[in-house]
């Protein structure tokens, strides 16, 4: 596989983060790789569904939170 070089530094961008699990195996395919992940990046985060505590460790950016009263 050549899509990341050992040592790559790679930004996740994605749509939607929701639970985390689709962002966390793309993480995992890029360290499987050698690449290092600096962060995610998401145009709508649905925080009630505690993506960002499955992406722990890792810098997380969304531009629009969708919250919960209990948030």
């Known amino acids: 596989m050549d899509a990341v070089k ?3 530094r790679i930004l ?10 689709t ?3 793309a993480a995992k395919l890029v ?3 050698k690449g290092k992940v600096v962060g995610f990046a ?3 985060e649905l925080s009630a569904l505690k993506g ?3 992406l722990k460790g890792y810098d ?6 969708y919250t919960t009263e209990e948030d």
Not at 12 to 21: H, R, S
Not at 60 to 65: A, L, N, Q, Y
Request: net charge negative; no cysteine.
């Open 6 to 8: 050992k040592g790559e």
């Open 12 to 21: 996740i961008v994605d749509d939607l983060i929701a639970t985390g699990g």
């Open 23 to 25: 962002a966390l195996a």
């Open 31 to 33: 360290e499987v790789l």
């Open 42 to 44: 998401f145009v709508v």
């Open 52 to 54: 960002r505590e499955a």
């Open 60 to 65: 997380v950016f969304s531009i629009v939170r």
